[in-house]
C-alpha cells in the first residue's frame, strides 16, 4: 500500500509551476463580469480539450455562458470527486493580469480564477501521474456566482440536474482552517407607501406618514435582532437582521411618497429558510398595518445555511492531505461568507470543502494570490482525490 508521504512526494514533484501560472494568467486576462462569463468559459473550454480532456457545455438556464463542466476517469470503480468554481466576477473595472513579486494580480486573481487554475492543475497532475486508483474527477466552472449580479441559478441549475460529484472542493480563498458550519444569508429591500403623490410639506393630505412608519419598522427590526441573539453557535455567530440604508423624499421640505430600506437577514443551519422568510414579511407586514401604509418587500435568497459531515471520508482525506503538505493538522472554523458549498450542501446533500490558495482584495481593483499557495493547493486536490476516490485506500 502506498503511503500518503509517497503520494504527496510524487504529486509535488508532478505539479508544474509555470504551467500553473499561465493557466491563472490566461485566465485572469480574459474580463468576465458577472453574467458575461462567456469568453472566459470558452477559453477554459479550448484549454481543456487541446489537453486532450472531454468537456461538456451545460447552459443551465444561462445560455450566454454555458458552464464548462470536464471529467477524467480511472477506469476502475470509485467515487467522484468534484472540483467547482466560479469564473465570473465582481463588477468593477477591469485590471489585467501581473506578476508582482510572490504574488499574480488582476481581476478575479483572488476570487477565484488563482483557485481554479489550481484545481485545473491538480487534474492535469492525476491524469499525468496516473495515481487515481478508482473513481473519478469533475471540474465544473460557471458564472452566476457574485450577487447582486447573480445569485448562484446556474449552480443550483446544474446541482438540481444531478450533475455533482460524491463530494466537492472549492478553491475560494480560505485558507487556514477548514469550515464545518455557516450561516445561511438573504439581502432584503422594503418599500412603505402612502396612496398619494409626494408635495409640499406645507400641503400634506390626510395620510400616513411613511417616515413615522419606517421609523416604527427600524425599531421592530432592531428588536427583532436582539430576539435573534439568543440562536447562536461558538463559531458561526449568531442569526441576525441588519439595516444597511434607508431613504425617503428627495428634497427637504418634501411630504414624501415611499420610504425605503435595505439590508440582510442571516441565520444558523437549524432555521429552514422558508420560515425565516414568513417570519420576516410577518414582521413587516404587521408594522405596516399598524401605521397604515402599503408595503412591498424582496426577499432575496443568497445562499441557504451551511454545515459539513466532519465523519465524511472526503473530510478525513483533505485533513491528511493538507496535514501531509503543511506539516500541521488543519483547525476547524465557521465559514464567514456563504459560497457554493452552501447549495452543494442543501440542495444534495454533497460534503463541501472550501479550500483556495492565500489570496487577499476581494471584490477590490487590488486582488492578489500567491503562486507557491497556488502549487500547494494543486498539489493537495491531488493528493485529496487520490485518498478519496481510490478503490482501496
Sequence with gaps: MVSIAERWE????????DRLIETARQLIAV????????????????????????????????SRAPAVVARWESGRPGPSLQFNGHLDTVHLPFVPPKIVGPNITGSGAADMKGGIAAMIEALRVLRETEMLEGGSILLTAHDLHEAPWG??????????????????????????????????SATWRIELKRSGAPVHEVMRPEEPDVISAGAALVQRLHQLDRELASHAHAEAGRASVFIGQIHAGEIYNQYPQICWMEGTRR????????DVENDFRRVVGQVAAENGVGCE???????????????????????????????????????????????????????????????????????????DDMVRVAAVYAVTAIEFCSANP
Excluded at 441565520?267 to 422558508?274: G, H, T
Excluded at 452552501?342 to 446533500?349: K, Q, T, Y
Design 267 to 274: 441565520w444558523l443551519p437549524q432555521s429552514n429558510v422558508r
Design 297 to 371: 418587500i424582496r426577499f432575496q435568497l443568497i445562499r441557504d445555511a451551511f454545515w459539513l459531515d466532519e465523519q465524511h471520508p472526503v473530510v478525513g482525506a483533505f485533513r491528511r492531505s493538507f496535514e501531509i503538505a503543511s506539516g500541521r493538522p488543519i483547525p476547524w472554523g465557521a465559514k464567514p461568507f456563504v459560497d457554493d458549498g452552501n447549495s452543494f450542501c442543501r440542495l444534495a446533500g454533497v460534503a463541501a470543502i472550501t479550500h483556495g490558495p492565500r489570496a487577499g482584495g476581494q471584490h477590490t481593483i487590488h486582488e492578489w494570490v500567491s503562486i
Design 31 to 62: 474580463p468576465s463580469p458577472t453574467g458575461s462569463a462567456g469568453e472566459v468559459s470558452d477559453l477554459l473550454t479550448e484549454m481543456l480539450r487541446n489537453e486532450g480532456f472531454a468537456v461538456d457545455r451545460l447552459a443551465a438556464g444561462h
Design 151 to 184: 445569485f448562484g441559478e446556474q449552480l443550483d441549475a446544474m446541482i438540481r440536474a444531478g450533475v455533482h460529484g460524491d463530494a466537492v472542493l472549492i478553491p475560494e480563498p480560505l485558507t487556514d482552517y477548514l469550515p464545518r458550519i455557516g450561516r445561511g
Design 10 to 17: 510524487r504529486i509535488q514533484k508532478a505539479v508544474n509551476r
